[in-house]
T-cell receptor, first 112, second 115 residues
Framework: KQEVTQIPAALSVPEGENLVLNCSFTDSAIYNLQWFRQDPGKGLTSLLL?????REQTSGRLNASLDKSSGRSTLYIAASQPGDSATYLCAERNSGNTPLVFGKGTRLSVIA | DTGVSQDPRHKITKRGQNVTFRCDPISEHNRLYWYRQTLGQGPEFLTY????????KSRLLSDRFSAERPKGSFSTLEIQRTEQGDSAMYLC?????????????FGSGTQLSVL
């Protein structure tokens, strides 16, 4: 059974700090992995998608990495800002015809 | 607005009533997904369509739940005889089926409260 775990469940950091969010998955045959942001009471916003053949993707202050051998992905946020406060979810799929399986998310608070 | 649209945003109903939600995907997307999310949890997969064909249904989708996508465009999710345990955020997502870079785009969700 596919399982995605995100640690920590919650994180609070001062503004300006660089931080890493962790995601682990049980699938050795990962197809792709996607990171999302969710603001309270809202839908999900796609941040980055890493294909199985890739090791990392970057968008602005965000960098996501994928290590299939260890079953881990990390989301690195540089120079955090209060506007980054949200829940960050990772999700993976093991084929092109199976749905994304989500972790429970990490709730991030960036304190000004 | 060219994103995924869901209607209504909020629905309050009494136990035993039927409810229907609508999702309008991004126009060129041929895949449409329904997920359910409860507080503090990640979204859980319910079902998905490729064009008008319903390709997979989760075991979470009891007989009281039915989803349709009649013309391969918008989709509806109906819950019959609602129960308090159905209270959740119902999320719709769409994507353009391609290779390993298939990316899902989510709507804002429908928050269901069953009293």
């Amino acid at each position: 059974k596919q399982e995605v775990t995100q640690i920590p469940a919650a994180l609070s950091v001062p503004e300006g700090e660089n931080l890493v969010l962790n995601c682990s998955f049980t699938d050795s045959a990962i197809y792709n992995l996607q990171w999302f942001r969710q603001d309270p009471g809202k839908g999900l916003t796609s941040l980055l998608l890493i294909q199985s053949s890739q090791r990392e993707q970057t968008s602005g202050r965000l960098n996501a990495s994928l290590d299939k051998s260890s079953g881990r992905s990390t989301l690195y946020i540089a120079a955090s800002q209060p506007g980054d406060s949200a829940t960050y979810l990772c999700a993976e799929r093991n084929s092109g015809n199976t749905p994304l399986v989500f972790g429970k998310g990490t709730r991030l608070s960036v304190i000004a | 607005d060219t994103g995924v649209s869901q209607d209504p945003r909020h629905k309050i109903t009494k136990r035993g009533q039927n409810v229907t939600f609508r999702c309008d995907p991004i126009s060129e997307h041929n895949r449409l997904y329904w997920y359910r999310q409860t507080l503090g949890q990640g979204p859980e997969f319910l079902t998905y369509f490729q064009n008008e064909a319903q390709l997979e249904k989760s075991r979470l989708l009891s007989d009281r739940f039915s989803a349709e996508r009649p013309k391969g465009s918008f989709s509806t999710l109906e819950i019959q005889r609602t129960e308090q345990g159905d209270s959740a955020m119902y999320l719709c997502a769409s994507s353009a089926r391609s290779a390993t870079n298939e990316k899902l785009f989510f709507g804002s969700g429908t928050q269901l409260s069953v009293l």
